[in-house]
């Protein structure tokens, strides 16, 4: 099945700082989403970015399939902003999303 | 989107009995999961939960550990049963909506002694 690698594993940065977090899988995909998890566990859909680029406030999404990459990026990092950010790929053929290992990120004021 | 409410929030279990955690869904939708997240870890599909037939396991579930009940398409029930503290994890249930997103409950946090 398709493997999604996230990078970097960790992330700290100061409030106001700007951030890029990567997801990297291994075929062809069908779907592609980022999540947010905050601190108390609840999951957020953050993105539906199978290819393309989008944007919602602060936050926007690029996926370029043919590479097999996408990118999270997060202008203006808020405290708020803290939690684990997850990449889901479903490649073509499959019925489920396979997630990466996460990235944790760390806004500190 | 959907609203997905998931009981219970968390629980303490011992050693050997059974939990069941319910998740309701606002809409109906045709696709259910169920994922585990050990502790620091990622999400893992436990299984598809396939309304009016058997629940379909990723690799590594099975039925007898982690019946899983679909009534109808508003409704589904994961049972962990004969549980051991390796069973402590957050449970999460899931929809895949006509969007394409997959949206979750707010999970449940169980912890085995």
């Known amino acids: 099945g398709i493997q999604v690698e996230q990078s970097p594993p960790d992330l700290i940065l100061q409030e106001g700082a700007n951030s890029t977090l990567r997801c990297n899988f291994s075929?062809?995909?069908?779907?592609l989403q980022w999540f947010h998890q905050n601190p108390w566990g609840q999951l957020i859909n953050l993105f539906y970015?199978?290819?393309g680029t989008k944007q919602n406030g602060r936050l926007s999404a690029t996926t370029v399939a043919t590479e097999r990459y996408s990118l999270l990026y997060i202008s203006s990092s808020q405290t708020t902003d803290s939690g684990v950010y997850f990449c889901?790929?479903?490649?073509?053929?499959?019925?489920?999303?396979?997630f990466g290992q996460g990235t944790r990120l760390t806004i500190n004021p | 989107s959907a609203v997905i409410s998931q009981k219970p929030s968390r629980d303490i279990c011992q050693r050997g009995t059974s939990l069941t955690i319910q998740c309701q869904v606002d809409?109906?939708?045709?696709?259910m999961f169920w994922y585990r997240q050990q502790p620091g870890q990622s999400l893992t599909l436990i299984a598809t939960a396939n309304q009016g037939s058997e629940a379909t396991y990723e690799s590594g579930f099975v039925i007898d550990k982690f019946p899983i009940s679909r009534p109808n398409l508003t409704f589904s029930t994961l049972t962990v049963s004969n549980m051991s503290p390796e069973d402590s994890s957050i449970y999460l249930c899931s929809v895949w909506t006509d969007t394409e997103k997959l949206f979750f409950g707010s999970g449940t946090q169980l912890s085995v002694l």
């Open positions: 075929d062809s995909v069908n779907n």
């Open positions: 970015i199978p290819s």
């Open positions: 889901a790929a479903q490649g073509r053929g499959a019925q489920k999303l396979v």
């Open positions: 809409s109906q939708v045709t696709m």
